[in-house]
């Protein structure tokens, strides 16, 4: 069974940053790309980055965060990283980790090439 659990989440001031967490369990955690989405109020989940099964260390950004997020993998602790800088009230949302269905990805921004979502955890931007 995998298990997605994000942390980090919390209320920021525009400008600031954020460093959020994803701890995986439950199989190979390097050999799957992996991705962050989140979902606003009254809107649908859409893509902000993901990352390469390791090895190819292949990264890719919504256009909306490129040059502020920075998405990071450590494979000994199995965990996924979102840095967030100079947040703005856009990026406001429910921020979801996610793992590929098939292995030795690199990394998609589509919903569907996800089989296993995280709970989820609040980012709320102030201006």
């Known amino acids: 069974q995998v298990q997605l659990v994000e942390s980090g989440g919390g209320l920021v001031q525009a400008g600031g940053s954020l460093r959020l967490s994803c701890a995986a369990s439950?199989?190979?955690?390097?050999?799957?790309?992996m991705g962050w989405f989140r979902q606003a109020p009254g809107k649908e989940r859409t893509f902000v980055a993901a990352i390469s099964f390791s090895g190819p260390s292949h990264t890719t950004y919504a256009d909306s965060v490129e040059g502020r997020f920075t998405i990071s993998r450590d494979d000994v602790e199995k965990t996924l990283y979102l840095q967030m800088n100079s947040l703005q009230a856009e990026d406001t949302a429910v921020y979801y980790c996610?793992?590929?269905?098939?292995?030795w990805g690199l990394g998609s921004s589509q919903k569907n090439a996800y089989a296993y979502w995280g709970q989820g955890t609040q980012v709320t931007v102030s201006s």
């Open positions: 439950g199989r190979a955690f390097s050999d799957y790309a």
């Open positions: 996610a793992t590929e269905k098939s292995p």
